[in-house]
Nanobody, 124 residues
């Protein structure tokens, strides 16, 4: 079992930055591939990016590539999402998720554990 708690959301102006954190419980955090997703009202939850067990590999959705960076600190059981050059269309509830799969998947059904989400609002 993994319990995930996101933090760091808030209101930011377009062009600004935010860094989200996702703290995980449990002693096996380093065994999980971690993903970040986001969701806006009326839309499906979409993949933002993911990171491998060790942090050596990352993968991003085209919409955030070059602007967002995912990292993890396995000693702190935490994964991060650094968001730069934010746009109003990045406004969403952001979720972190964990999977014991060996690869970074974009499909949300692969992820077994989810946080409660944190709201990010980008004003124009």
């Amino acid at each position: 079992q993994v319990h995930l708690v996101e933090s760091g959301g808030g209101l930011v102006e377009a062009g600004g930055s935010l860094k989200l954190s996702c703290a995980a419980s449990g002693r096996t955090f380093s065994s999980y591939v971690m993903g970040w997703f986001r969701q806006t009202p009326g839309k499906e939850r979409e993949f933002v990016g993911g990171i491998s067990y060790s942090g050596g590999r990352t993968y991003y959705a085209d919409s955030v590539k070059g602007r967002f960076t995912i990292s993890r600190d396995n000693a702190k059981n935490t994964v991060y999402l650094q968001m730069n050059s934010l746009k109003p269309e990045d406004t969403a509830v952001y979720y972190c998720a964990a999977t014991r799969s060996s690869f970074i998947f974009t499909e949300r059904s692969v992820y077994e554990y989810w946080g409660q989400g944190t709201q990010v609002t980008v004003s124009s």
